[in-house]
């Protein structure tokens, strides 16, 4: 005890509210787990800055080991984090913790309680009153002649400030943890805890110790040895701040799995975002495999402030279709302390979201120009994700114009451009628009498929859950193109031209037809109707015309499936078909007309696969009778 240490010293927070802690406590009540994150960035910011004056010279001595301790004491209830940064002299204490760090975290409250905010900074090391009943800090500046000094607080307006015996720089805040904070004294949570928010931070972080098992020796010799070694819970050096021309594929791959453990697939490909000015970016985006039941909600990107976590919903930040990236955004630049709907307005925000937008649509289009082979064989894994941009986002659509790809029956790629100068020769109808003909499903319209093709025409495949929006887009934003599918209309008639087909049969024969079926299909709401298709499309054709069947697609989207309208479609007799034409019309009975036109009305349900239960029964023993 020296004679000079001051005395004990009380005193008061200089703030006239006594309620601010109840206060912060239950407004910060759901995000109670960020004390950990504030103190530890304190830490870091007094390491960072101690290893700054070093470099200029203003701080001489010996810098040490500057790892951060993390130490939980399950028996005394307190948590401590240590560090050997600049430290604090009394005065300093006396000016940041009990005025500035108070009346900021007062402001705060004041200014935005009651709204939704991203982060909680600026509240900092006030928050430790979330958890701790009473908090000490041990403090010693880097200063020459500074005094150690302790500051405890319980959480009233009071506090006490002495002077200790303390060896070492740099400060120690020891959480004496309370009744609301009793759950972070475990191991596993603190773990937890430092995974989520202090991963990448710049400065070693210490918990403990941990058991690593190594072998040593070889073949018969090898031995498994058991090791204590530090448990440091972070990668002070993350590869977002690295420069990208020093990394290979297989870095970026590797820290995929660093970011997401347990994701089985690689990633599609990547960006490496860098940006200084007018605002400072860094991180990285992974284009992850997107299948059809994407996931928009959950997002995948972490937002950091200079390496701390802050959170992974950047829906305010990140335009919507991007969502469905993975990865890193790095920036001290977003302003964290205000609300969504402000950082939707906030001009930085603006430019940050159409800086990744335009970022994004380059790499793309670069692979493209590079190596369009490449992005065709990847386009399977990003068409969602190009397709979904291209509807939510204008400014990404007037440059993925360029490198949306449509595929074709035959697996062939191409742009809109080369697919319209494909197609020009005979897919433009009489109001001079480019028909583009589509199936959704491959394999049920298979024989639609066929039909089209021996037709000269050229069939397109949009059998992802975006298509139906994607193609509507194309058409509002296209006036020159619309897309039918494959079994909307009859072949014919799926690019309308003026030209009509001749019939072999009269007029009167055909009314006479129309009736048989009529009679037949009573019961069936369906419109039929008599055509002239060639001789060797099916005798019963059955279309869906694209106008109603859009109409229940987007219905059936927007209601999840709820209140189904009944499915509506058009019955086409094909008057050219030598079993109309000659053997229907030939038949001697009502009966066996009859009998004949359901068969063949049955036929064509199953080319459309329509023909089920009962129905399907009945239509395999009429088969098995026909033949015998
Ligand atoms: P912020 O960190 O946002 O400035 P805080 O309330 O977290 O606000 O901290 C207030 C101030 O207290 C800091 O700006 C810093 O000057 C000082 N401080 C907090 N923790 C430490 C620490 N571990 N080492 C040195 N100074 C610290």
Known sequence: MTTEKIKQKKGQIGVSADDIFPLIKKFLYTDQEIFLRELISNAVDATTKLKTLASKGEFKGELGDLTIDV????????????????????????????????????????????????????????????????????TKSYKDDAKAVKWVCDGSPEYTLEEIDKESRGTEIILHVGEEGKDYLSKNRIQELLDKYCKFLPIPIRFGTKTEYKTEGEGDDAKQIEEEVDNIINNPNPLWKKSPNELKDEDYKEFYRELFPGTFNDPVFWIHLKMDYPFNLTGILYFPKVTNNFDIQK????????????????????????????????????????????????????????????????????????????????????????????????????????????????????????YKEKIKANQVDKHDKTVIIYTSDVKAQHSYIQSAKNYGY????????????????????????????????????????????????????????????????????????MKALSPDDLPVVITKPEFMRRFKEMQQYQSMGMGDLPESYNIIINSNNPLIADKLVKMKSQEKKEKFATYLYKLAKLNQNMLTGEEMTDFVKTSVEFLK
């Open 458 to 529: 050229d069939v397109v495949v949009m059998d992802n859950i975006i298509d139906v929006h994607f193609m509507q887009h194309m058409e509002t934003k296209d006036g020159s193109i619309t897309f039918v599918r494959v079994d909307s209309d009859t072949v014919d008639n799926l690019v309308q031209k003026d030209e009509k087909k001749e019939s072999v049969m009269s007029e009167k024969q055909q009314e006479k037809v129309k009736t048989i079926f009529t009679e037949s299909l009573k019961g069936e709401n369906n419109t039929i109707e």
């Open 299 to 418: 997002s995948k990107i972490h937002l950091y402030s200079n390496q701390v976590f802050i959170t992974d919903d950047v829906r305010a930040i990140v335009p919507e279709f991007l969502m469905l990236l993975h990865g890193v955004i790095d920036s001290p630049d977003i302003p964290l302390n205000v609300s969504r709907s402000s950082l939707q307005n906030d001009q930085r925000v603006k430019k940050i979201t159409s800086y990744i937008t335009k970022k994004v649509a380059e790499k793309l289009k670069g692979i493209f120009k590079k190596d369009r082979k490449e992005f065709e064989n990847k386009w399977d894994d990003i068409s969602t994700f190009v397709k979904y941009g291209m509807i939510t986002e204008e400014k990404f659509y007037d440059k993925a114009l360029d490198f949306v790809l449509l595929k074709n029956e035959e697996g062939k790629y191409f742009t809109f451009e080369e």
């Open 71 to 138: 130490k939980l004491d399950e028996k005394n209830k307190t948590i401590s984090v240590i560090d050997r940064g600049i430290g604090m002299t009394e005065e300093e204490v006396i000016k940041y913790l009990n005025q500035v760090a108070f009346s900021s975290a007062q402001e705060f409250l004041e200014k935005y309680s009651g709204e939704n905010i991203i982060g909680h900074f600026g509240l900092g090391f006030y928050s430790a009153f979330m958890v701790a009943e009473k908090v000490e800090v041990r």
